[in-house]
């Protein structure tokens, strides 16, 4: 059962009651009911008024009176982006997703406003969960919004209130784990009211699970965070430590040193590990007698099974956070590259776009999916 707004509404002769299924009943010598409503139209009330003997303005007064429990926060279930699925609908998630496609923010305003009568119409804030359902109305379909009960006992529609705006920016992101690209589609993801800095391509939300206009399920999220940083700037420790490890080693003792720094359990390899790192430190780009030259070199690994070629990159991959890994045999040429999404007209982007300025590791590029 709800709390008394304040006061004024003390001693009615009637009350709302909310029922465990989530429906409402006005008691007073019996209860009224159900309904799913508290916007109840005025033949309701008069209804109700007699049924309970009663004034109307009683019924109108315990409307405005009642105000919902507190609920506790709701838990966040922590899943996978691919375990989104029906019975998520509504439910609040955290999820970990590989970004390959976004859109360009767009402005929302924060504030809806009951255009009543009164004059002082109550203000909707959007970023409010309870809004959740007219937030999503708002995105999707503006003609459900309908009109609402102002606190004066009227009902008006909702306008915008555009003195303080929100970015929405449309995500398209794949599970962090998932090595078939361009094999799936993405989940879009509907990020309100925060943005992300330029250049992430892996990232943590905390959203509600709702179908869009079309019935399909997306995330619509207001908190988002980068899960590595953006671009790593070497400190002056780093520098020191890079000076006195390598720099100042004989070439014998770098080898000795790459060979038991880089996936240690791999034995018989330092050659292997060496171009590994050379590849790591190998600059984008640099100027040659005037000229600016690619620097980057690209690494293939060739051998029989068994010599520790996944191995090898696989432990850069997750033992360093470094650059995209994906799997020749489970990706097309698509998934190296990109196409657009027809829905959003998003471009989606390849696993060889998605590593930009960093590094891609492909495992049997060899079996890439014509």
């Known amino acids: 059962m709800g709390d008394m707004a304040s006061g004024e509404y003390k001693d009615l002769e009637c009350c709302i009651e909310e029922r465990p299924d989530g429906f409402y009943v006005v008691r007073g010598d019996k209860a009224i009911g159900p309904y799913d409503t508290l916007l109840l139209p005025e033949t309701e009330r008069r209804k109700i008024a007699e049924e ?9 007064k315990a409307l405005l009176s009642y105000v919902p429990s507190k609920e506790p926060e709701p838990d966040v279930i922590d899943i996978r982006l691919d375990e989104v699925r029906a019975e998520l609908h509504g439910k609040k998630v955290r999820v970990k997703a590989r970004i390959v496609g976004m859109s360009d923010p767009m402005a929302i305003p924060r504030f809806l406003k009951i255009n009543c009568e009164c004059g002082y119409g109550d203000v909707i804030d959007l970023l409010d969960e309870r809004e959740l359902i007219t937030l999503r109305h708002y995105l999707f379909d503006r003609k459900k919004l309908g009109r609402r009960l102002c606190s004066c006992g009227r009902i008006g529609r909702l306008v915008e209130q555009e003195n303080e705006m929100l970015d929405c920016t ?6 962090i784990a998932y090595e078939r690209f361009g094999e799936t589609r993405p989940l879009r993801i509907y990020l309100v009211g925060a943005r992300l800095p330029r250049g992430v391509r892996e990232a943590e939300f905390i959203g509600h699970v709702i179908r869009d206009r079309n019935n399909k399920l997306i995330i619509l ?3 988002g965070r980068p899960l590595h940083e953006v671009r790593y700037e070497p400190t002056d ?30 034995v018989g390899r330092p050659e292997a590990k060496l171009a590994a790192a050379l590849t790591l430190h190998s600059p984008l780009a640099f100027y040659f007698e005037g000229k600016l030259i690619r620097g980057y070199i690209t690494c293939l690994f060739l051998g029989d099974t068994t010599t520790g070629k996944t191995t090898i990159i696989l432990w850069i991959f997750r033992n360093l956070g470094l650059g995209f890994f994906g799997r020749g045999d489970l990706t097309s040429e698509v998934g190296l590259t990109g196409a657009i999404d027809p829905e959003s007209n998003i471009i989606i982007w390849g696993l060889l776009v998605l590593a930009d300025g960093q590094i891609t590791f492909i495992d049997r590029c060899v ?3 014509s």
Request: net charge negative.
């Open 367 to 369: 079996s890439t999916v």
């Open 221 to 223: 999220a207001r908190e």
């Open 237 to 266: 420790e780093d520098k020191s430590l890079f000076k006195r490890y390598f720099q100042e080693l004989k070439p014998e003792e770098l080898l000795h040193v790459i060979d038991r720094s880089i996936c240690p359990e791999i």
């Open 52 to 60: 309970l003997s009663v004034t109307e303005e009683e019924v109108k």
């Open 170 to 175: 449309i995500i398209h992101g794949l599970d």
